[in-house]
């Protein structure tokens, strides 16, 4: 199948420092990206939907300017979580779509982030 | 608004065991529905899936068949096996937002000891 992979797996940052998380599609290319945020025991939330080229497109209650979507090729998305804080610490998940159907998303293994 | 609702893990199965993990949902409209499972370390993968009401969807022994009466979609498996070990997460797309965006439920560690 598709592999998506993210950067880095794991992170630990300072409370108000700013951290990107890499999102790349590495056998296809990707005009759509999505963004998910999980808590644990808690469902994906999705966060965002990156368009290569355009602006991405946030869910209700998603700060835009806390979490920047930069999704400047067809193969790489970026998350950055700026001046973080200790309740930005999650699971972030991203994935590729690779058809027209939310199905055909392919999912990378997601980014630990810790805020001290 | 739309949701899934699953039951809460870890399943704990000794190999060989029949598997059950439920799975509701609420949408407005006819969704389509899905299991993904996630290997440690790894991404979510779409392990079967189903687009109307009585469809079965079935893959690597696993099954699940969409009730639109009682809004379910649990997964079955008659003999697990210790690389089953993962959580599942029953999804739903629908017409709201143009079947482009999946909505999870919480997912359900499964534990398949030898």
């Known amino acids: 199948g598709a592999v998506v992979s993210q950067h880095p797996s794991w992170v630990i940052c300072k409370s108000g420092t700013s951290v990107k998380i890499e999102c790349r599609s590495l056998?296809?290319?990707?005009?759509?990206m999505f963004w998910y945020r999980q808590f644990p025991k808690q469902s994906l939330m999705l966060m965002a939907t990156s368009n290569e080229g355009s602006k991405a497109t946030y869910e209700q209650g998603v700060e835009k300017d806390k979490f920047l979507i930069n999704h400047a090729s067809l193969t790489l998305s970026t998350l950055t979580v700026t001046s973080a804080h200790p309740e930005d610490s999650s699971f972030y998940i991203c994935?590729?779509?690779?058809?027209?159907?939310?199905?055909?998303?392919?999912f990378g293994p997601g980014t630990r982030l810790t805020v001290t | 608004g739309n949701s899934v609702t699953q039951m809460e893990g870890p399943v704990t199965l000794s190999e060989e065991a029949f598997l059950t993990i439920n799975c509701t949902y609420t949408?407005?409209?006819?969704?389509?529905l899905f299991w993904y499972v996630q290997y440690p370390g790894e991404g979510l993968q779409l392990l079967l899936k189903a687009t109307k009401a009585d469809d079965k969807g079935s893959n690597k022994g696993f099954e699940a068949t969409y009730r639109k009466e009682t809004t379910s979609f649990h997964l079955e498996k008659g003999s697990v096996q210790v690389s089953d070990s993962a959580v599942y997460f029953c999804?739903?797309?629908?017409?709201?937002?143009?079947?482009?965006?999946?909505?999870f439920g919480t997912g359900t560690r499964l534990l398949v000891s030898p």
């Open positions: 056998d296809f290319q990707a005009t759509t």
């Open positions: 949408a407005t409209g006819y969704p389509s």
């Open positions: 999804a739903l797309s629908d017409e709201d937002t143009g079947f482009q965006k999946l909505v």
């Open positions: 994935s590729a779509l690779r058809g027209a159907l939310a199905y055909e998303q392919y």
